[in-house]
């Protein structure tokens, strides 16, 4: 089994910025991919960014050169860099990683990130 937990958000003004992390333990598998998606109030949840084990990365267009995520191998923890922080990118922030040793994709429980303008 592998936990998931997302920490690092929070209230921020427009403009500025905040890390989220996800912290991976458990039974983790070295070939994986690590995602980050968002659920605005009211909305669907949306893919923000993801990455691979190898540092494959993809990024939805609307944070592409605001967002950047990344990983630590050793520390089992991805994270997503969230820069000029806009009023639309408020919303509960969840982390999920796919490992291709069991086939099986986990869930963190979310965090929540509120920016204001």
């Known amino acids: 089994q592998v936990q998931l937990v997302e920490s690092g958000g929070g209230m921020m003004q427009a403009g500025g910025s905040l890390r989220l992390s996800c912290a991976a333990s458990?039974?983790?598998?070295?070939?994986?991919?690590m995602g980050w998606f968002r659920r605005a109030p009211g909305k669907e949840r949306e893919f923000v960014a993801a990455?691979?084990?190898?540092?494959?990365?993809n990024v939805v267009d609307s944070v592409k050169g605001r967002f950047t995520i990344s990983i630590d191998t050793p520390k089992n923890t991805g994270y997503l860099q969230m820069n000029s922080l806009r009023p639309e990118d408020t919303a509960v922030y969840y982390c999920n990683a796919f490992y291709s040793g069991n086939g099986r994709t986990y869930w963190g429980e979310g965090t929540l990130v509120t920016v204001s303008s």
């Open positions: 458990g039974r983790t598998f070295s070939n994986y991919a």
């Open positions: 990455i691979t084990s190898d540092g494959i990365t």
